[in-house]
């Protein structure tokens, strides 16, 4: 008696166990806030019958996640285009696109032509673009729009203790171009790359009095901006237009050097389980009326062919205001970062974070 | 019969048993064996002490290390010197209702989450803050005091956050003083100072011992209050450590961090108990 | 010669209520005076304000001829051996002993020289280094008077010492705490509920109740000559009737029990009038019991009835005796002399009293 209940839970956990699998149509996505709005998740679930789990994360974090679990616990994933090839050849999180299964034409060619090549490991193709966007400088032109123009006059006596950037590798790349050197240049050689970086510590260290503090997350740094507290910083170009909304003097500006560019791209976790529920997702979000949506709730735009005609006139316009056309031949898109740089940046950041 | 107890023993044990192993010795274990790896090329690992000597040979972790630790022991003692005429009182002088109520007081903080109590300091001390418009409404400032974004700031943090940690042990043992015992002490010609000295602050050693060893470690194994208070000058130990794990993807540094953490912080409680004489066996009995 | 304490018109109340209502008594030096009564009756309250936990509300305490109503604790030359003695349980015998020593200030020698004599006074040498909870309950109480005499107190306060002991041991500490006393020669003020270790160890004792003292006297002037029907009923155990008083002449009087039974009693100067309510207490050792009427022919009192219960004891046995026809039940000792030895119950026996061995108070009187 005893072990016929038994053998029963037995099988049927091992049935519900198959259940799992076989109708594996729940899509666990690893993205960043605005990039899986609500109604987008409601309208791809109505359409497809999968259901979306969304978790929200950023770069760092979501390479922490997958390499806890060896590229497990998620379906589709969202790192920016320079940190897919570094970590792939690391630790082997990611498994390669079937770029068959993807409507190519919903895509702005330029940019997926770029994204596939940087997100390229040994032939295989590992990333597709979707959300782009720079970062620059946040400020309130009339108090500070006179003195900061590039990132290194965010050192300037005249704004001391009203400025903010974060203590993160952009702000070590956006200050080296500030300097007038090109780090991106000197990725492949680790001792080149090092003497530019040295350069920048001793800029930041430099610097560092003149920081109200090192923002950590955006709505830290809204609350510092808005509050007047800090007047010019170094952020995301959608930062600077969320507050431009509320306040028409903060905005966002191009730096002199040129904006940094990153592009949030799709990858497939190497031990995802709902392949096709993730390709029919990036279809899908690349429409361009559904890729028009996310840049309602991101602020930034997409790749996808087409969606600027559903876009808000008002972000349109204060694009163009932070972009005029050479400022957009001026961005530096950042190109893969090999693996093993981050140790390098992560020494100076931390001395920088220890000087008095 | 006798079976019958073991038995009941055993399976009292065993939710302890899997608790310990579990969650505590098989993931320090792991950890430990991460810590041991040393990257020398993609995806190539061997093992050695490089990461430990890293932290032995850049000055600028010891240095973290020993801020963290000094600012610790710091809070601890603050809140210590805060706490302990608080659970007098609670204890001793507010009976009955009064002493409930207050000890309710004590503990309504934790009702909310650790960031919305911190959110709450920011609230406060920021330069367009609570306090800065006080002190400028009140004339002792000219214009708006940034109470942010240093030392002070962790501090104030670290000891409110801290607080509950030293007030119950402090009231438990206080609690537990007889009050006859004081008396004797006046009774037999001793002022506030020496009673205090002589019997209250010896009975409640314990208590003191207990709470500055969980207020310590709280303190130092704290991330989110020295990181966002502390702003550009927080350098706090933990947030080393998750720098290397998230950040830098060097989980073998700062798996090492992490093991350098638990033994140093172990050693420091072990040398203050010796310090103030007191054992392990005494404050946990 | 100034006695050691007076308390003059000695009151504390706490809002409404008078815990200590009026209280004057005055202890000469070197004697053992101890307050008696039930729990809550001001008792403590009254050691507390000699002790200066608490100030009186009104009324004055004078030690050797000074009032120390503005003295603190620590400046008073009393001190006090509490309920559970309160010793330091963080400190050693020795440092325990040392304690107020130290806060008198006295160089470190003539402290360890002190706390030496005052171990060896109390029978315990050597003991100077042992823990608390390493003494026996007897030892910790000897530790704690000693803790009090080596400051050489005008006045000892000793809250029920003995409360928490148990009866073998609280039978010798009696004695003991007595033989103390006589040793240091200092004025003891003892609390206690128990009546015994009051009767044993007193020169003087007050009998306490509501906050006011009924009697001040000897134990044997409480025993045999309570002043009030509270002290008659609270000091010893007695026999207690209600009933009328019927007749009244010289110091001889009659009163008929709310059960019909008569009592023959003498008056001992208490304004007691025919017609008045009264209680009459008779003490069962005071009542004579044989099996022959006629041994009972000097009593006054005599009533015959048939033995309901007996009450094995030891030296205190007795028995219980229901009277024929008033249907009482009278508690009597039993003499231990062995004649009695085959009583059984419902067995016939003759009891009686000489009435001067009652004493009748009238009631609401006190």
Redesign the interface.
Same mark, same amino acid.
């Given at each position: 008696m005893k072990n016929q209940t038994v053998k029963l839970a037995a099988i049927g956990l091992a049935m519900a166990g198959l259940a799992q699998t076989a109708n594996a149509d729940t899509l666990r996505l690893l993205t960043w806030g605005g990039y899986a709005p609500e109604d987008v998740v409601a309208l791809f679930e109505e359409e497809t019958g999968h259901t979306v789990e969304v978790t929200k994360s950023n770069n760092e974090e979501m390479i922490a996640k997958l390499r806890a679990t060896g590229g497990g616990g998620f379906d589709l994933a969202q790192p920016s285009q320079d940190r897919i090839t570094g970590p792939q050849l690391e630790f082997g999180i990611y498994k390669p696109i079937d770029v068959s299964k993807i409507d190519q034409g919903q895509f702005i060619q330029s940019m997926l032509g770029a994204t596939m090549a940087n997100t390229t490991v040994e032939g295989e193709v590992y990333g597709v673009p979707h959300v782009w966007g720079t970062s620059g400088l946040v400020m309130d032109t009339k108090a500070a729009g006179d003195i900061v123009k590039d990132y290194t006059d965010l050192c300037d006596p005249a704004v001391a203790g009203k400025v903010s950037y974060r203590l993160k590798r952009p702000t070590l790349i956006g200050f080296a171009f500030a300097m007038g050197m090109d780090p991106f240049a000197a990725y492949s050689d680790a001792d080149a790359y090092g003497e530019v970086m040295s350069k920048v510590e001793a800029k930041l260290i430099e610097c560092k009095s003149n920081v109200k503090t090192y923002w950590g997350g955006g709505d830290e740094l809204m609350g510092l901006v808005r509050s007047g507290e800090v007047v010019a910083s170094m952020a995301w170009d959608t930062g600077g237009w969320k507050l431009n909304a509320d306040n028409p003097d903060i905005t966002f500006v191009a730096p002199a050097s040129g904006a940094l560019g990153w592009i949030d791209t799709f990858v497939l976790p190497a031990k995802g389980q709902s392949d096709n529920a993730a390709y029919a997702w990036i279809n899908f979000v690349m429409r361009p009326e559904i890729a028009a949506k996310i840049t309602a709730a991101a602020g930034n735009f997409t790749a996808s062919q087409g969606a600027d005609a559903y876009a808000e006139d008002a972000l349109k316009a204060r694009y163009q205001a932070s972009f005029p056309p050479e400022a957009v031949d001026n961005i530096k898109w950042y190109p893969p970062v090999p693996a093993g740089l981050e140790a390098i940046e992560g020494g100076v950041l931390d001395r920088v974070k220890a000087a008095q | 019969m006798q079976s019958g107890t073991r038995l009941g023993f055993y399976l009292l044990l065993t939710p302890l048993v899997l608790w310990l192993a579990l969650l505590i010795v098989i993931p320090h274990i792991d950890m430990f064996l991460v810590s041991l790896r040393e990257r020398v090329g993609?995806?190539q690992y061997e093992t050695s002490f490089a990461n430990y000597l890293t932290f032995f040979t850049e000055p600028? $972790?010891i &240095?973290?290390f020993v801020r963290t630790a000094v600012m610790s022991v710091l809070a601890t003692i603050i809140t210590l010197l805060i706490a302990f005429p608080v659970s007098l009182y609670i204890a001793k002088i507010a009976r009955g209702r009064l002493g409930q109520v207050l000890f309710v007081l004590c503990l309504i903080p934790f009702y909310v989450s650790e960031l919305v109590r911190t959110f709450g300091w920011m609230i406060l001390l920021?330069?367009?803050g609570l306090v800065s418009n006080l002190l400028q409404w009140a004339g002792l400032a000219d214009q708006p005091v940034?109470m942010? $974004?240093n030392d002070a700031a962790i501090m104030i943090g670290l000891v409110y956050t801290s607080m509950l940690f030293m007030v119950v042990p402090l009231v438990t043992t206080l609690e537990s003083l007889?009050d006859?015992?004081i008396?004797? =002490? $006046?009774?037999? =010609?001793? #002022?506030g100072f020496?009673v205090l000295r002589?019997?209250i602050i010896?009975?409640a050693?314990p208590g003191i011992v207990s709470g500055s060893i969980v207020v310590f470690m709280l303190s130092l194994g704290n991330y989110l209050t020295p990181?966002?208070l502390g702003?550009?000058d927080?350098?706090w130990f933990t947030e080393?450590i998750y #720098?290397? *794990?998230?950040?830098? *993807? #060097? &989980?073998e540094l700062g798996a090492a961090f992490g093991f350098m953490l638990l033994i140093l912080s172990s050693l420091i409680v072990w040398g203050m108990l010796k310090l103030t004489r007191q054992s392990l066996e005494e404050t946990m009995g | 010669m100034t006695p050691d304490l007076e308390c003059k018109g000695l009151t504390k109340r706490f809002g409404d209520f008078t815990a200590v209502d009026d209280v004057s008594f005055s202890v000469p030096a070197g004697s053992f005076f101890s307050i008696l009564g039930p729990s809550g009756c001001g008792k403590t309250t009254i050691m507390r304000m000699i002790a200066g936990f608490q100030d009186p509300t009104s009324g004055d305490i004078e030690i050797k001829g000074k009032s120390v109503l503005n003295a603190p604790p620590n400046k008073r030359p009393v001190n006090m051996v509490f309920q559970h003695l309160a010793l330091f349980p963080m400190m050693n015998i020795a440092d325990n002993i040392g304690y107020g020593l130290r806060r008198k200030k006295l160089p470190k020698d003539q402290i360890a020289r002190k706390v030496d004599e005052a171990l060896d006074r109390i029978g315990l040498p050597g003991i100077g280094n042992r823990k608390v909870d390493e003494l026996s309950g007897g030892q910790k109480q000897r530790v704690a008077i000693a803790r009090c005499m080596v400051m050489e107190p005008d006045v000892l306060l000793l809250d029920e010492p003995l409360g928490a002991l148990d009866l073998k041991l609280r039978e010798h500490m009696k004695i003991e705490l007595k033989a103390l006393q006589t040793a240091f020669d200092t004025t003891f003020i003892y609390i206690t509920h128990d009546q015994s270790e009051a009767l044993v160890m007193s020169d003087q004792i007050a009998v306490m109740n509501e906050g006011r003292f009924e009697q001040t006297g000897t134990g044997r002037d409480l025993y045999y000559r309570p002043d009030s029907a509270f002290v008659a009923a609270f000091v010893g155990e007695s026999n207690r009737w209600r009933g009328k008083i019927e007749r009244v002449q010289g110091n001889e009087m009659e009163m008929r029990t709310d059960t019909g039974m008569l009592m023959r009693g003498a008056t001992h100067g208490r304004s007691l009038s025919a017609g008045d309510s009264a209680d009459i207490f008779v003490r069962p050792e005071a009542i004579r019991v044989t099996r022959d009427a006629t041994e009972l022919e000097q009593f006054d009192n005599r009533i015959t009835g048939r033995v309901t219960s007996l009450l094995f004891n030891g030296a205190a046995s007795r028995i219980l005796v229901r009277d024929a026809t008033a249907n009482e039940e009278i508690e009597v000792n039993l003499p231990q002399s062995g004649e009695y030895a085959s009583l059984a119950r419902g067995d016939e026996v003759h009891i009686g009293w000489s009435g001067a061995q009652g004493n009748c108070f009238p009631v609401g009187a006190d």
């Open positions: - | 993609v995806r600028l $972790y &240095w973290t920021r330069e367009t940034e942010l $974004y007889d006859s015992v008396e004797a =002490g $006046y009774d037999l =010609g001793g #002022n020496s002589e019997i010896p009975h050693a990181t966002i702003g550009k927080s350098l080393m #720098n290397q *794990f998230i950040v830098r *993807f #060097n &989980w | -």
